[in-house]
């Protein structure tokens, strides 16, 4: 079984930094991906970036795209995520899961409850103008 203790997150004014950490216990070669999700209230859970854990490629979705990276600690089994620039409309809780799915879908996807195993427990990003 997969688990993720996630870290970082908090409250940031519009036009600073945070970056989210996840931590992975128990995740085998079964599984393709760890991608990172965002929910505001009152949306729909969506992919925001993903790392495709083969090679390490790294996928964003176009609202975090040329503000955000994604990198991985292989020695701490532990994935980061940086946003910079951030925005009000970034408020959300975030959440890193894994699944046996490629990337471009996670970034797409009308189901991620569905589509991914595992998930961690969220942490919330507040940005205020």
């Known amino acids: 079984q997969v688990k993720f203790v996630q870290s970082g997150g908090g409250s940031v004014r519009a036009g600073g930094s945070l970056t989210l950490s996840c931590a992975a216990s128990?995740?085998?070669?079964?599984?393709?991906?760890i991608g990172w999700f965002r929910q505001e209230v009152g949306k729909e859970r969506e992919g925001v970036s993903c790392?495709?854990?083969?090679?390490?490629?790294?996928y964003y979705r176009d609202s975090l795209k040329g503000r955000s990276t994604l990198s991985r600690d292989r020695s701490m089994n532990t994935v980061h995520l940086q946003i910079n620039s951030l925005k009000p409309e970034d408020t959300a809780v975030y959440y890193c899961?894994?699944?046996?799915?490629?990337?471009?879908?996670?970034?797409?996807?009308?189901?991620?409850?569905?589509?991914?195993?595992?998930w961690g427990k969220g942490t919330l990003i507040k940005v205020s103008s």
């Open positions: 899961a894994t699944g046996r799915t490629q990337c471009p879908p996670v970034l797409t996807t009308t189901r991620p409850l569905a589509m991914m195993d595992y």
């Open positions: 790392l495709r854990l083969s090679d390490g490629s790294t």
């Open positions: 128990g995740l085998t070669s079964d599984y393709d991906v």
